[in-house]
């Protein structure tokens, strides 16, 4: 048989005041780590919203782009356009149906002068 270790009571007090105060440090650690690992977290996604809201604004600026030759595009498409407006002969030939259909067309300014006559 073995004899028993005997130690005293300050060494077995020092003992678990070691195990005591190591105890702490593991977790303070384990809590180090987690923090460093979520700011490494934010810093990767700092860094991509700031890829994306640069992608984003590029995107906008093409947008802007486009939408000014297409606005240019209408413009000039719509100066070029034929003039809408009816020619005499028709302008009389409405005013004529309008005075046979017995409708008041003295106050059309179509129909008024010789032009409407």
Not at 93 to 111: E, Y
Request: proline share 5%.
């Amino acid at each position: 048989m073995m004899p028993a270790l005997s130690v005293g009571p300050k060494v077995t007090i020092v003992i678990v005041a070691l195990c005591l105060c190591a105890y702490p440090l593991g977790r303070c650690h384990g809590a180090r780590a987690e923090r460093d690992r979520m700011a490494s977290a934010a810093l990767d996604l700092g860094h991509r919203n700031a890829v994306q809201h640069g992608k984003a604004a590029d995107q906008r600026a093409q947008d802007d782009a486009h939408n000014q030759s297409e606005a240019q595009e209408r413009q000039d498409a719509f100066k070029t356009a034929p003039d809408a407006r009816p020619s005499d002969a028709r302008r009389r030939f409405n005013c004529q149906r309008l005075r046979q259909s017995g409708a008041d067309s003295t106050r059309l300014s179509a129909c008024r002068g010789p032009e409407g006559a």
